[in-house]
């Protein structure tokens, strides 16, 4: 059983920045890729952004694309999300999340086994 355990979040103001980190407790052959999702108040989990581990390519959200950069330590079984000009649209729970599916629709939250136990990420105007 894979465990997903994020760090990072915080309170910060508009523009600046925070990294999330994702460390998994294993990486089995079958995990293919790990990513971000997000939930406001209110509001439906949505995609941010996954990478594919053998690969690194990766996909993101239209809202976050030129803000946001996931990235990958294979010795660590870690991602990381560097979030920078963050805005207060921004604010949301975010979850990490791995998929052993292949193909995988990265943006379908069905789509992926595991998931971390969130952290929060709040940006004050």
């Known amino acids: 059983q894979v465990q997903l355990v994020e760090s990072g979040g915080g309170l910060v103001q508009a523009g600046d920045s925070l990294r999330l980190s994702c460390a998994a407790s294993?990486?089995?052959?079958?995990?293919?890729?790990m990513g971000w999702f997000r939930q406001a108040p209110g509001k439906e989990r949505e995609f941010v952004t996954v990478?594919?581990?053998?690969?690194?390519?990766?996909w993101y959200a239209d809202s976050v694309k030129g803000r946001f950069t996931i990235s990958r330590d294979n010795a660590k079984n870690t991602v990381y999300l560097q979030m920078n000009s963050l805005k207060p649209e921004d604010t949301a729970v975010y979850y990490c999340?791995?998929?052993?599916?292949?193909?995988?629709?990265?943006?379908?939250?069905?789509?992926?086994?595991?998931w971390g136990q969130g952290t929060q990420v709040t940006v004050s105007s």
């Open positions: 999340a791995a998929s052993t599916k292949w193909p995988v629709v990265v943006t379908i939250p069905d789509d992926y086994d595991y």
């Open positions: 294993e990486r089995t052959f079958s995990t293919y890729v």
């Open positions: 990478i594919k581990w053998s690969s690194g390519t990766t």
